[in-house]
């Protein structure tokens, strides 16, 4: 039976037989390949794990796009924040290329003569003792996860194995197998199960809660893990305070106050860091996107000695992290931001009182913005309808959650490039709305919300919410949590636990 499984492999692997280097028959090596071209190909050899806003980037100076037809486009989505600087900055463009001229990898095997400045330059900025370099935001997470279950054991005295991470209900911290295993997102963990133990979940902005939860597993807790500004829920903004009393409440039961900076700091939210909104420092803060200057992936990990140094070597790493050619960018990325001025800039807004029906709610800070929009009133059309014809109007931006459309344009952007958007926006309520309405079929959308496998609830922003704190459960409907995570449920208080 083996042999003939050998024979099958073997026939199977003539009639595959790779041709390396060569293109499919009738292909060329052009650039000049259409959009259409480019997308069909991409649907064909590339894994279906994105649906984008049919466009194809070809070219991008600042704030502007071109596809391969040569027509123009402003960005107001930014790479999800990693172009903060604007497209191909060309500080950060020639630091790239001088640096490729030089050296680019070393690995942590050895010393490089570019890492040691980026150290110096990032804590030094943000006031830490030290950092630890990683590539991808995910990765980030990662390493900080694994600091604080560690700097519990050492430092907290926590029992071998019980360590907890507390994080936030709506949250969006990558989606790697352990950041997943804190998700709320049905799309993110169905089929991928089991998850990590050692998680406990919290509503954002609920310092009360995260208080009781606090106080009766405290001794357990090694780390709360949040965002300051919920960025993949929608642009969510905890009420005034909140960040303050999380900072108060870390302190009171030693629990590391761990800040997720990726999308919301480096100026996105109109401060170097969303936590300065309350002058807080968190314990441990985590950056990426911008930090590449929309180049290379760059991420890092912010921490003081007392719990950097709980790592020692051969416990964690990373061949790429902090190359000399990531360093070296990321220091002109840095720079960038101080000398331009980029971090204090706003959005307008004044679009919703011209939509009140269309627009539940317009929220934001700095250059963190998103538009809620009303379901019912915009049914059978969605986001990403609206967003395919804000792209015909030549404005790019990308929806979340159905409901939502994230605004977060560079930093860099020019006034009327910020009024080009509006403008825009509304001529797509205006005059594009009222004619998919009519065109397009009444079942193709569905504006049922679906709930959490994890909690059971489904977490809307009320109509009068006007903080931004997510305000709890409109299904309180208990799904077979014992049989999807293998776990006893304790369902009395709102803190969910999967420890």
């Not at 041709?19 to 959009?35: A, F, I, N």
């Not at 990531?326 to 009182?353: I, M, N, P, T, Y």
């Amino acid at each position: 039976m083996a042999s003939k499984r050998i024979l099958q492999y073997a026939v199977k692997r003539v009639k595959g037989t790779r041709s390396y280097g060569v293109l499919p028959e009738g292909k060329t090596s052009s650039s000049s390949s259409s959009s259409q071209e480019l997308i069909n190909m991409e649907y064909q050899y590339s894994a279906h794990n994105y649906h984008p806003i049919p466009m194809v980037f070809s070219h991008a100076k600042g704030s502007s796009i071109w596809d391969p037809e040569g027509n123009k486009y402003i960005d107001f989505l930014s790479a999800y924040s990693a172009v903060n600087q604007g497209h191909c900055h060309p500080k950060i463009t020639n630091a790239l290329i001088e640096q490729t001229q030089k050296l680019t990898l070393s690995s942590r095997a050895f010393y490089n003569d570019r890492f040691p400045l980026f150290a110096e330059r990032i804590t030094s900025m943000f006031g830490y003792d030290m950092v630890l370099p990683m590539n991808t935001g995910a990765e980030g997470v990662e390493t900080a996860l694994k600091l604080a279950r560690k700097w519990g054991y050492e430092k907290k005295k926590i029992s071998k194995n019980e360590a907890i991470i507390v994080s936030c209900c709506g949250c969006f911290h990558g989606r790697t197998l352990g950041v997943i295993s804190m998700s709320c997102d049905n799309e993110a963990t169905r089929g991928f199960g089991p998850l990590l133990p050692g998680h406990i979940k919290v509503d954002f902005g609920d310092e009360l809660s995260l208080e009781k939860l606090f106080s009766e597993k405290g001794d357990c807790i090694a780390g709360f893990l949040f965002e300051p500004i919920q960025g993949e829920a929608g642009v969510v903004i905890p009420k005034e305070g909140y960040l303050k009393a999380v900072r108060d409440l870390c302190t009171k039961y030693d629990v590391l106050m761990i800040a997720d900076e990726i999308q919301s700091g480096l100026g996105r939210s109109g401060r170097m860091l969303a936590c300065d909104w309350e002058d807080v420092r968190p314990d441990v803060v985590i950056l990426g996107k911008a930090l590449g200057g929309g180049v290379i992936p760059v991420s890092a990990v912010l921490a003081d000695k007392d719990v950097m140094l709980c790592i020692q070597p051969g416990e964690h790493g990373s061949t790429f992290g902090g190359n000399p050619l990531a360093s070296a960018v990321a220091v002109a990325s840095l720079d960038v931001l101080r000398e331009e001025g980029l971090v204090e800039r706003q959005l307008l807004s004044e679009v919703k009182s011209r939509f009140p029906d269309f627009i539940k709610e317009v929220r934001g800070k700095g250059l963190f913005n998103a538009v809620e929009l009303n379901s019912n009133a915009l049914s059978p059309v969605s986001a990403y309808d609206i967003c395919l014809k804000l792209k015909e109007r030549g404005v790019l931006a990308k929806p979340t959650h159905n409901t939502i459309i994230r605004l977060t344009p560079p930093l860099s952007i020019s006034l009327d490039e910020l009024k080009h958007g509006a403008e825009a926006l509304a001529e797509v309520f205006e005059f594009d709305l009222p004619k998919l309405q009519k065109e397009k079929p009444k079942q193709s959308a569905s504006t049922e919300p679906t709930a959490c496998d994890r909690c059971g609830r489904n977490f809307i922003l009320s109509p009068n919410h006007k903080s931004g704190q997510v305000t709890g459960p409109i299904s309180q409907a208990k799904p077979d949590l014992e049989g999807y995570w293998g776990v006893p449920v304790e369902w009395a208080f709102r803190p969910i636990s999967l420890v």
